[in-house]
């Protein structure tokens, strides 16, 4: 019950933003909060709730952004077939990497998993004929039922709507029978084997579901911005990923939400400290990872004995 009411305040908050965004600025920020809340509530399943780390996840949405631009640009696919190309290839991949990589576990998956991020920025950049190397490529604007997509207010609300859509099927998800089967694997892996879990499959499942996120919105990413370059790929992109999900509280579908908008808001926030934003930012991290190492949206719900 809690969840629902969770829901509708979010969706209440998405319906009512517009009115109080001054312009096209601010319009831009919102869109890449809610980009990066559907793509940290995929990777929140694989380490907040499955307890398996990811430190290359940019990788899967840089796959997903290049697709979308590559298949439309030099071979003439339609948007929304390209897209859906490029999601299932990711979680193709995906599959296939998992099975190797899940044998490992503590920092030997960590430097897998961002093994794996570094091998797909690098190809990125290199093949330089098809992606336009280090400069990037174009994309073309998505054209949805006969309709372009153009300006802020208009991608505003497809990303709202992809925003309260991912919410909802991510709390079904953790109520259903496949969620308490994570929660269990993150407990103990032996004793979830015990009860009858079949540790691998799950695994391999939450991290497809995720990586298929991630691909979906770097396909949109790309039609939004009209431009990408590897930079989406890249090792800090994944590590901005993580600390969201830290930030925000691990295994906490609406804390998934809440650390990707403080941390999409707070460079924007520090830019007036001319040279020191870095600094500043890094401060406030840390104080979050002493003060609050449950993460924001935990810490308050215990604090006041509410759930998620």
């Not at 503590?106 to 336009?132: F, Q, R, S």
């Not at 802020?152 to 309260?164: C, G, M, P």
């Amino acid at each position: 019950m809690k969840r629902q009411r969770g829901l509708l305040v979010l969706a209440v908050v998405l319906l009512l933003l517009p009115l109080v965004l001054p312009n096209a600025y601010y319009y831009d920020i919102a869109i890449r909060m809610a980009i990066n809340a559907v793509v940290v509530l995929g990777l929140n399943l694989l380490i907040g709730f499955a307890g398996q780390i990811s430190l290359g996840h940019a990788g899967f949405f840089g796959i997903g952004a290049y697709a979308t631009a590559i298949l439309t640009t030099q071979f003439g696919w339609h948007p929304l077939a390209a897209m859906a190309a490029g999601a299932c290839g990711t979680a193709m991949l995906a599959a296939l990497v998992a099975k190797p990589i899940f044998r490992l576990r503590g920092h030997y998956l960590a430097m897998a998993t961002l093994g794996l991020g570094i091998i797909i920025a690098i190809v990125l950049k290199n093949e330089a004929a098809y992606t336009g190397g280090p400069d990037g490529m174009a994309v073309p604007a998505l054209g949805l039922f006969g309709f372009e997509l153009n300006g802020e207010k208009q991608w505003y609300w497809v990303f709202a709507a992809n925003l309260l859509f991912s919410v909802w099927a991510c709390t079904n998800l953790m109520d259903s029978p496949f969620g308490r089967a994570l929660r269990a694997l993150h407990g103990s892996e032996v004793a979830s084997q015990v009860v009858g879990v079949d540790v691998a499959r799950y695994k391999m499942a939450i991290f497809v579901f995720s990586a298929f996120f991630a691909s979906i919105m770097g396909s949109l990413t790309a039609h939004y911005i009209g431009f990408v370059t590897p930079n989406v790929a890249d090792f800090f992109h994944s590590i901005e990923l993580v600390t969201m999900v830290v930030v925000g509280g691990m295994a906490s579908v609406f804390g998934s939400v809440v650390g990707a908008v403080l941390l999409t808001a707070l460079p924007q926030a520090l830019a007036t400290f001319e040279g020191w934003e870095t600094v500043a930012f890094g401060s406030i991290l840390m104080l979050f990872m002493i003060f609050l190492p449950r993460g924001l949206v935990p810490t308050l719900a215990a604090k006041f004995g509410r759930g998620d």
